[in-house]
Structure formats: C-alpha cells, structure tokens
C-alpha cells in the first residue's frame, strides 16, 4: 500500500480508503447500497487494516447515522488506536424533518460535528467534509464554522465534495484573505467511464494542491465486471436497483471492450483495472472502495500492486476521452506558439543576442 500526504498537509493516508456506505443498510436507498452487520463490518475493517488502509470514510446521513455508529463500535471492537486511524465523515444533508436539518450553515454544522462524534465515539474527526452544495448559505458563514472547529480540536483537517471549480476556487480565496482554514481536499465522482472532472477541476486542485478523494471509483458497479451489453442488469448488484451515478452506457461498453483484454492479461478482473488506473492519476490523494464481503475488498486491495504498462493506459486514455468541448478545444490551439520550445523566452540563450 502506498501513502500520500492529504492534500497540501503532512498527514499521510492509503491511497485506498474503505467507505462505509455498506454499514448497517437500513430502509429505501440504504438497504439497496450494502447491508453490512457489525460483525461483518468488523472483518471489513480488520481485513483493511491488515492490508494496510488506514482511511475511513462515513458521512452522517449514511444509514441515517448508522453507518457512524458502526464504525465507531468496530474500532473500539477490534482494539485499534485511535491516533492509527484516519476518519473521514461528513456534514450537509438532512437528517431531521426540522427546516434546519440540512445544509451547511453554521448552526447545522455545529449541531452535525458533536452528533457525528458521539456517534463514532471519539474526540475528534480528522477530516470534516461539506458534503454538497448549499445554495442558500454564504460560504463564508460555513468556513468560518469550520475554521472555528479546527480551532477548537473537534475537526484537524476541512474538505468539501461535490462542488463546483469556481465556489472552490472563491472557496480557496475566502479562506487566503480571511485567514481561516482552507479545504485540504475534495471528494468528487471521477472513474474511467466518468472523467468530467478533468475539464476545470482536476486543473484547479493541481494548481491549488488540494487533495482528491474519488468517490464511486467503478461507477455505481458498472465497471466490476458484472455488467455488459448483455446484461444490464444482474443480480446481486447495486445499480441494478439504484442506478446512480449518471454514466453514458454505450461509452462505457467501448471502455469495457478495451478493458477486457487488459483484465486477461494480468489475470484479475475488470474493477481492478479500472481501480489501478484511477491509482496511476497523480492528482489523486486516495480512492474510496466500497465492499460488502471479504472477497470484494480484498480484489480491491489487490488493485494497490497492479502496475499497468504504458501502452495500457495509452489504451484505457484514448477510449475513455472526453469529447471536445469549449472553451477547451480552444485554449491549445492559442498556446501552441507559447507552449512551442523553439520560441524565445527570456533568460533563455534563445533569447539572447
């Protein structure tokens, strides 16, 4: 397993990270997502641990802040320190019928932070995450609320998820002009068969170095093998019952046509191919893995040590592109004289007379 640092921080986390959105389950979209006991998610856990993930993410609202309890009882059933762990969860939807149960204004969140830790049973949350886009709310309110859990001990690191380049950018320079705590990452959708985000935001978190979690890694599942042309919908997968993320089929198929040979010839499935590529991206901090059996996680875990060539990735790149769109088809074609190392540039001997 490899580590890198969370974001532009000295804190150092597995490149994989285990979600818990499969603990407990619950009713409605829950119970679709994963139903994992405490028993199971202890062996989830363990097995994590022993293949040397120390990242755990939860949200509040995830089996309607089961999922937290689960978590919290697992460490403290397996024994494991808690300085050993990193945990990562999350503030921002409704978790109540009040008018104020949702969002991120500074009352929500000092109301989410003190439920989230009684629930994981500890002092502190290591890194506090936004976990959607509130339109009402300035963003300065919530950083400022953030900034003042950082200064009280309950939040070491801040994050946001789900948002758009520019709040993040205006975001970023709130929190420069203000002195207040800066988003150290951002968890966002990005796969093989999803690569939206490299239009405007992978640039900005490259130019930031802010850190990127990558939720939904195989695409709701659709990139574990399960799925074909074929067989849109088999049996015991999630997005058969909850199709979530929005995916372009027929581009995905292209994606997984590629895919399969690559599989073959490193004698492994498809979601690990798909995972080690995600792995292989330098903007990316950690890659969230989700698992409901032992057997799953472990082919994940297993993604960590694949090394793919660089004609496979050559391969993987060119059918997963994305379709030009404005303005950047345009931005190369205007550099092309800047970008060209036969132009002279100062303090260059090019340059000189």
Partial sequence: MQYKTLGNTGLLVSHLCLGCMTFHGGSGMWKAIGNVDQAGADDLIKNSIDGGI???????????????KTLGQSLKNLGIARKDVVIASKVFGRVGPGRNDVGASRGHIMDGIDASLRRLQTDYIDLYQIHGNDAITPIEETLRALDALVASGKVRYIGVSNWQAWKIAKALSISEFRNL??????????????????REIVPLLEAEKTGLLVWSPLA?????????????KPEDSRRSEFDFPLVDKERAWRILDV??????????????????????????????????????????????????????IRQLDEVSALPPEYPGWMLPFQSANRLDPSVARPGTLSDQK
């Fill in 220 to 232: 709701g599942g659709l990139l574990s093998g399960k799925f074909s042309r074929d067989n849109q």
């Fill in 181 to 198: 705590a800066r988003f150290d990452t951002l968890q966002a959708y990005y796969s093989i068969a999803g690569r939206d985000i490299e």
């Fill in 54 to 68: 120390n990242f755990f993410d939860t949200a509040d609202v995830y089996s309607e802040g089961e999922s937290e």
């Fill in 259 to 312: 895919i399969a040979p690559i599989a073959k010839a490193h004698n492994c499935s498809a979601a690990r191919i798909s995972l080690a590529w995600l792995l292989a991206k330098p903007v990316v901090t950690s890659v969230i893995i989700g698992a409901k059996r032992p057997d799953q996680l472990h082919d994940n875990l297993a993604a960590a040590d694949l090394k793919l060539t660089a004609d496979e």
